[in-house]
């Protein structure tokens, strides 16, 4: 994909973000929890616009961060406990919890697995395939970890308030799990899309 085809499809994605971002928070039923859903979203999509010229990535990177902010801002809307697909899931494989969130800390290791990935292999800062995967997960899982620290922080300063956003379903390993999901999603970026990346990351250079 070339430049000026990348720059259109990134600045198409973002207005979509937008309009999905706008709508989300319009009919959210709780404000407070969607905005703290979706600022991640707030701070990286600007980012990824003002850097796009002087430092592209990978548009198999871009694809998956625009389906990570759909997924933030869905969960945002209904909260992670309550997104209608997700009792639809569990209701189809009888599972005890509603599963949306597992799904979002999926895409939590795999698109900063991703992104590290990138940045580690464009910079020259590692070399083998095995030590880059390592530090891969590495990376993915350092970022779950402080989300979870975030929820912990969340819960101390909201009390029962905070049980929209920390979404543990009265699970008591709802933290270990999560950080499981982000551990599959950077193995997933290792293991799957490794080659198909390394070839985009070859064209982009």
């Known amino acids: 994909m070339n430049q000026p085809t990348l720059s259109f499809a990134l ?3 973002a207005l979509l973000l937008l309009a999905i971002l ?8 709780d404000r407070i929890t969607w905005l703290m859903e979706v600022t991640p979203v707030v701070i990286i999509v600007p980012l990824l616009l003002a850097t796009q010229k002087r430092y592209p990535l990978t548009p198999l990177l871009y694809t ?3 389906f990570h902010a759909i997924i933030l801002m869905v969960g945002g809307m209904y909260t992670y406990a309550n ?3 997700g009792f639809e899931v569990q209701e189809m494989f009888n599972l005890s919890r509603n599963p949306y969130d597992k799904l979002g800390h999926f895409f939590q290791g795999l698109v900063p697995a991703l992104a590290a990935r990138e940045i580690l292999i464009r910079g020259g800062y590692v ?6 995967g390592f530090l891969v997960c590495c990376v993915a899982l350092a970022i779950s970890a402080t989300y ?6 969340a819960a101390l300063a909201m009390g029962q308030g ?3 956003f920390l979404g543990t379903q009265g699970d008591p390993w709802d933290t270990q799990s999560d950080m499981f999901c982000a551990l599959l999603g950077a193995l997933t ?8 990346h390394q070839r985009q990351l070859a064209r982009l250079r």
């Open 127 to 132: 070399k083998g395939y095995k030590m880059t």
């Open 64 to 66: 998956l961060i625009f």
């Open 162 to 164: 905070a049980d929209d």
């Open 148 to 153: 979870e620290l975030i929820e912990w922080w």
């Open 22 to 29: 706008i709508y989300t928070g319009i009919y959210t039923g």
């Open 83 to 85: 997104v209608p697909v």
């Open 11 to 13: 600045k198409s994605g």
């Open 189 to 196: 970026t290792v293991l799957i899309l490794g080659r198909y």
